[in-house]
């Protein structure tokens, strides 16, 4: 059975405008709640378009999906980060359980290896023995050097000591797994901000980015994890995983608007190749055309 995308729908309610017309915006602002957008955003964004169409008699329906898209672009920034090899660069991926903080560290590491950086993974999620095994299996298969400690260890003592071997190397990027904590939780807050804390004092300036990963299928609670991290430690850039499934991605937009924060990369799958740099363009024409479920 054959299924319209989200963006397929999107494009055919365009086919419905016939000048500003209430139903019209009505429906697009139910679209676009559809598309993770949430309800917030997604009203601010349709009154301020309804506004330009009533305000510039916009009657064409290529007109208005036009505006649409530039006032959703507007939202959303990319970021690329790329390490001094000389220096000492953390990258820190955070995020709660299961949005895919190790897959995406070996990733990030097989990419920026293969750029020439010196890599190491950190295993800082010394909470389950699996997730330091989980990395270590990465490592090994990449032929890239994992710090590990035993489980249940401090977790910023990995980061430390990861710190240390790679600056004792002459330069180079840690990239530190940590634990998918219940971030809400204040000790746990807290453990994150220590963390925080030992990394950005071991890198060198300005070599230090915190990158919050989230799983574009979770929607809203995407949302809700980016303000909360953000609080608790400041987020640099964010990673969306998963974006290969059903998700809609429209989460990215409301969390560019909220809190201003860039997209680093997008990832498509399991393997180690499925990981790009984010296009923009791109990223809104398939919110709004092309994605296919
Ligand atoms: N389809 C898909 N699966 C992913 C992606 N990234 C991670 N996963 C899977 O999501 C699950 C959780 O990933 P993991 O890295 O262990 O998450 P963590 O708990 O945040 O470290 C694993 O089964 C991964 O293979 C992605 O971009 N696409
Ligand atoms: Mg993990």
């Known amino acids: 059975m054959s299924k319209l995308s989200f963006g397929q729908k999107l494009k055919s309610l365009f086919g419905l405008y016939k000048g500003a017309g209430d139903d019209f915006f009505e429906e697009l602002t139910d679209a676009l709640i559809e598309g993770d957008l ?3 955003t997604a009203v601010e964004v349709v009154d301020a378009l309804e506004k330009k169409c009533r305000s510039e008699k916009i009657s064409g329906e290529e007109v208005v999906a036009a505006e649409l898209k530039q006032m959703l672009l507007s939202y959303i920034k990319s970021i690329d ?25 070996a990733k990030m590491a097989k990419l920026y290896s293969e750029k020439g950086v010196n ?28 710090v590990r400690h035993q489980m249940g260890s401090d977790p910023s003592s990995v980061v430390f000591d990861a710190c240390e071997s790679v600056r004792a190397s002459g330069g ?4 530190a797994d940590t634990a998918g904590r ?32 989230i799983d574009a299928t979770t929607g809203q609670n995407a949302v809700r994890q980016a ?67």
């Open 119 to 146: 890599v190491v993974l950190s295993a800082s999620d010394t909470f389950r023995a699996a997730a330091v095994d989980q990395i270590s299996m990465h490592g090994e298969k990449l032929g890239i050097r994992v």
């Open 182 to 213: 219940l971030h809400n939780k204040e000790n746990l807050v807290n453990e994150l901000k220590k963390i925080d804390r030992v990394a950005s004092s071991k890198a060198d300036e300005g070599c230090y980015k915190k990158i919050l990963v």
């Open 227 to 293: 303000e909360v991290f953000h609080e608790a430690v400041g987020v640099d850039a964010v990673v969306i995983t998963k974006y290969d499934s059903t998700a809609k991605g429209g989460e990215v937009v409301t969390i560019g608007k909220e809190f201003g924060i860039p997209v680093l990369f997008v990832c498509t799958g399991e393997k180690y190749e499925n990981i790009s740099g984010m296009n923009c363009e791109k990223y809104i024409d398939e919110f709004m055309t092309a994605k296919q479920v």
């Open 38 to 40: 949430g309800a917030k």
């Open 172 to 175: 180079g990027l840690v990239i």
């Open 81 to 105: 980060f790329m390490p001094e090899p000389s220096k000492v660069n953390v990258y820190m991926l955070l995020g709660v359980n299961g949005v895919g903080k190790t897959t995406t560290a």
